[in-house]
């Protein structure tokens, strides 16, 4: 039997209305990837089909790249291109 | 959390400059970024800034010290979060160090690191009653 | 004459900001030059600016002319005359544009084209009791 | 007969300490160029004689070189290199 693991998502700004809510708690089995979370968001979540196919991903406050492995407890967060300033 | 980078209240440059000046420190640069009335060919009304607070306060330190690192220079920073009107600071860096073209280079530095790193969304409500976050990566000219 | 760059008060950086700013400026730098406790290895006390006032005010209009229509930034600059001690504010410009690019180098050729062509000169008093005249084109080195 | 022209000299910053007073008035032969002002100087302020050869000069607020005319009245400035910001 497969491991799992649980993490938190965050939707930041524009894509918590996209998706329509702002977090999620995601289980999936382990190991995964942030792409494998992408892939559970999707099937999930209707709005998070209108995700870009490549978006903007941190793990624990640091940008982190699609093939960069998520861990139990982890906060992924979804980032719209940035606009401060 | 002390949020030391990120504010809700109105920017004071005075208080930055205070944090970065020093007796062999000669040269200070700072930069303010305000609320332009228009944006890509359109009127702006007003606008709202957010942030992925925990993150935004990360790359701010990140970026403060990276500055003050390369070129020898303190370095204070601050972005506005909230609802900001036109001609409102939205952003304000201060950088000081012994001579001028270092104190130039790291507030440059630490504004365009901003704008590229920081995780802060710009939301604009134009005069037409029309709502957009500004996206720069799809925008015709962002520039700001 | 109304002396509109030079002063021996206090400059205020804010006033200098408010005369630049605007609805249409997203960007303004602001440089402050301050004086430093030490110079060329030696250790200053306190320092006088004196200038040939007619022809620096002169200079200081042109200067901002130049910059404005370069970059179509608004600058407004100030210079410090009189007796100054260390952390002094003896030079501040302010240059606001649409954009970031512009108002840093509105504001960069501002400092650099001051310090090169105004004729403002600076007496330094150092910590052993000497005294003398600061000259840029002699000194081993000079970029504050 | 020569005409003549008269015009001030001022003496600016460290300069006038070296001359020993900061301002002039020198009558010379016209036409007269800025050198030949300095030539003037030289010989009526031993102060004047520590001069650099070529120091920086302004006729009525605008700086000009050594071969510039000098005319009736002008205002000739001799700067010290500058030191300002």
Same mark, same amino acid.
């Given at each position: 039997?497969?491991?799992?693991?649980?993490?938190?998502?965050?939707?930041?700004?524009?894509?918590? &209305?996209?998706?329509?809510?702002?977090?999620?708690?995601?289980?999936?089995?382990?190991?995964?990837?942030?792409?494998?979370?992408?892939?559970?968001?999707?099937?999930?979540?209707?709005?998070?089909?209108?995700?870009?196919?490549?978006?903007?991903?941190?793990?624990?406050?640091?940008?982190?790249?699609?093939?960069?492995?998520?861990?139990?407890?982890? &906060?992924?967060?979804?980032?719209?291109?940035?606009?401060?300033? | 959390?002390?949020?030391?980078?990120?504010?809700?209240?109105?920017?004071?440059?005075?208080?930055?400059?205070?944090?970065?000046?020093?007796?062999?420190?000669?040269?200070?640069?700072?930069?303010?970024?305000?609320?332009?009335?228009?944006?890509? %060919?359109?009127?702006?009304?007003?606008?709202?800034?957010?942030?992925?607070?925990?993150?935004?306060?990360?790359?701010?330190?990140?970026?403060?010290?990276?500055?003050?690192?390369?070129?020898?220079?303190?370095?204070?920073?601050?972005?506005?979060?909230?609802?900001?009107?036109? %001609?409102?600071?939205?952003?304000?860096?201060?950088?000081?160090?012994?001579?001028?073209?270092?104190?130039?280079?790291?507030?440059?530095?630490?504004?365009?690191?901003?704008?590229?790193?920081?995780?802060?969304?710009?939301?604009?409500?134009?005069?037409?009653?029309?709502?957009?976050?500004?996206?720069?990566?799809?925008?015709?000219?962002?520039?700001?």
């Amino acid at each position: 039997m497969a491991e799992k693991l649980t993490l938190n998502v965050r939707f930041l700004a524009r894509y918590a &209305e996209l998706v329509g809510t702002d977090s999620a708690t995601v289980t999936l089995s382990s190991p995964a990837s942030v792409a494998d979370v992408l892939g559970v968001l999707r099937s999930t979540f209707p709005g998070a089909r209108r995700l870009p196919d490549r978006p903007l991903c941190a793990i624990n406050l640091s940008q982190v790249d699609l093939a960069s492995p998520v861990a139990e407890g982890d &906060e992924l967060a979804l980032l719209p291109p940035v606009a401060g300033g | 959390m002390k949020s030391a980078y990120l504010t809700e209240r109105e920017i004071d440059l005075e208080l930055l400059i205070e944090r970065v000046e020093s007796a062999d420190r000669g040269a200070v640069v700072t930069f303010l970024g305000t609320v332009r009335n228009h944006h890509a %060919g359109r009127e702006v009304e007003r606008l709202e800034y957010s942030a992925y607070g925990p993150m935004a306060e990360l790359e701010c330190e990140r970026i403060r010290i990276e500055a003050e690192k390369q070129w020898g220079a303190a370095v204070a920073l601050e972005h506005r979060i909230g609802a900001l009107g036109i %001609g409102d600071v939205s952003v304000a860096i201060a950088a000081a160090a012994p001579h001028r073209d270092e104190a130039f280079t790291a507030c440059r530095y630490v504004i365009e690191e901003l704008k590229r790193r920081v995780p802060i969304w710009k939301r604009e409500h134009y005069v037409d009653g029309t709502v957009a976050w500004v996206d720069p990566t799809t925008a015709v000219k962002i520039e700001d």
